[in-house]
Nanobody
């Protein structure tokens, strides 16, 4: 396991943007696929976006396609989630997670999780 720390959450207006960052400890960051998940109040945590290790292939939930972009900087051990055209329903706690195996869209594949960062979209 590695340590995962998210940052960058906050308050945004509908149509606005936020960029989340996630820093991972360790020297083998490029081996890890990274995922972003979110949990809205009174709802289950769900997949948002993921990116594989060296190849950087990405996958997105349908609800965020075209609005959110996941990227990574292996030299900085950091993964990002650029969120544009934010909607009220994007309000949630966003979690970053790391995995070296399994489906990158499944929470069950991930064994290292951050504490989460709150994103609130409100007018």
């Amino acid at each position: 396991q590695v340590q995962v720390v998210e940052s960058g959450g906050g308050l945004a207006q509908p149509g606005g943007s936020l960029k989340l960052s996630c820093v991972v400890s360790g020297r083998t960051f490029a081996r890890y696929a990274m995922g972003w998940f979110r949990q809205a109040p009174a709802k289950e945590r769900v997949f948002v976006a993921a990116i594989t290790g060296n190849s950087g292939s990405t996958q997105y939930a349908d609800s965020v396609k075209g609005r959110f972009t996941i990227s990574r900087d292996n030299a900085e051990n950091t993964v990002y989630l650029q969120m544009n055209s934010l909607k009220l329903e994007d309000t949630a706690v966003y979690y970053c997670a790391a995995t070296t195996y399994g489906s990158i869209t499944s929470q069950r594949s991930y064994n290292s999780w951050g504490q989460g960062t709150q994103v609130t979209v409100s007018s």
